[in-house]
């Protein structure tokens, strides 16, 4: 997250029951925290978008988005079959994008940037490793993407898996992206932005979108499961502070979940074994069920879907 100011919050206490059931397939906590502790890791140097080490982490992402089975989307400037979607700059390093094509029409977004920010240029620890800003987002990200490309059933809408770079750096690689779109925006159903989900109160989390109907009732429904304390639109100054910015900007249902600023905050202590797992784990959900849900799913296997009539044209 871009650096932002403190305000009062207000306390409001929200009980919410939650359903009985795990999910299938489940998100593990030990699998944020492991995607945590590589991309926070002091090898990694902060993973500044300028670095050599953020492309370390762009391959790490797609390694993984390769190895789940999801697909690349096709860049429109290239045609090209590449999980990374370069910027104008070769000097930044790629937003990295997959796929899980859906049996319909639209599309629904979930996003995390994976960058950070360059050492200091003194101290003993000079390491910004960005554990929760955004290591967490990133990991959840991923076993999202995991969880989705587990699953039998394919969703109506086609859902995109996209790790965002340079956005300590203004936003870069959400701003490109939007200006540059891959897939037209207008079909876009709803988009999900994860930037700093990791840290405070064990089940606390803050939601930004809330005036968003499609996207704010999903979320209700599928934390009636989850169970978390959901805080909406507490934080009005957030909205231009991440990646859900453009998109916001653009009219596209949005939301963005995020925890309040802590100590660590944009400090070289934002250290992996500082984060709460379990938080991002159940964050990350709440993101599947509710992206699940915009995305409507249809129970047909893909040659069925295929069976059901000649296509028009
Ligand atoms: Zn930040």
């Not at 997250?1 to 009980?15: H, Q």
């Not at 899980?100 to 029409?105: D, H, N, Q, W």
């Not at 797992?277 to 040659?303: G, H, I, N, W, Y």
Request: with cysteine; proline share 7%; net charge negative.
């Amino acid at each position: 997250m871009e650096p932002r100011s403190p305000l009062a919050v207000l306390f409001l206490a929200v009980s919410l029951s939650a359903d009985e059931g795990a999910l299938d397939p489940s998100i593990r906590p030990q699998d944020i925290q492991s995607h945590v502790n590589f991309l926070a890791s002091d090898e990694l140097k902060g993973r500044s978008a300028k670095s050599k080490e953020a492309r370390t982490a762009a391959h790490y992402i797609a390694d993984h988005f390769k190895r789940f089975g999801l697909e690349p989307l096709p860049r429109p400037e290239s045609g090209g079959e590449s999980y990374f979607h370069p910027l104008k700059s070769s000097e930044i390093a790629p937003n990295v994008v997959a796929t899980l094509a859906g049996s319909g029409e639209g599309y629904v977004l979930v996003t995390a940037h994976y960058d950070h920010l360059p050492p200091k240029a003194s101290g003993t620890d000079r390491i910004y490793n960005g554990a929760d800003d955004n290591a967490s987002g990133t990991a959840g990200l991923l076993e999202i993407a995991h969880a989705f490309a587990a699953r039998e059933k394919r969703p109506s809408a086609t859902i995109v898996f996209i790790a965002f770079t340079a956005e300590e750096m203004g936003l870069r690689g959400s701003r490109y992206f939007v200006a540059n779109p891959p897939l037209p925006l207008e079909e876009i159903r709803g988009v999900v932005n994860l930037d700093m989900i990791s840290r405070g109160k064990q089940n606390l989390i803050y939601c930004e979108g809330g005036e968003y109907e499609i996207m704010r009732n999903a979320a209700d429904k599928a934390n009636r499961r989850v169970g978390l304390n959901i805080r909406y639109d507490e934080h009005p100054e957030w909205r231009a502070q991440s990646d859900h910015s453009p998109f916001m900007k653009k009219g596209i249902p949005t939301l963005y979940f995020g925890v309040e600023n802590h100590p660590d905050y944009h400090r070289v202590s934002d250290h992996a074994d500082r984060i709460l797992a379990d938080l991002a784990t159940r964050v990350s959900e709440l993101t599947f069920l509710l992206v699940l849900d915009v995305a409507k799913e249809t129970s047909a296997k893909p040659e069925e879907i295929l069976e059901e009539g000649p296509e028009e044209g």
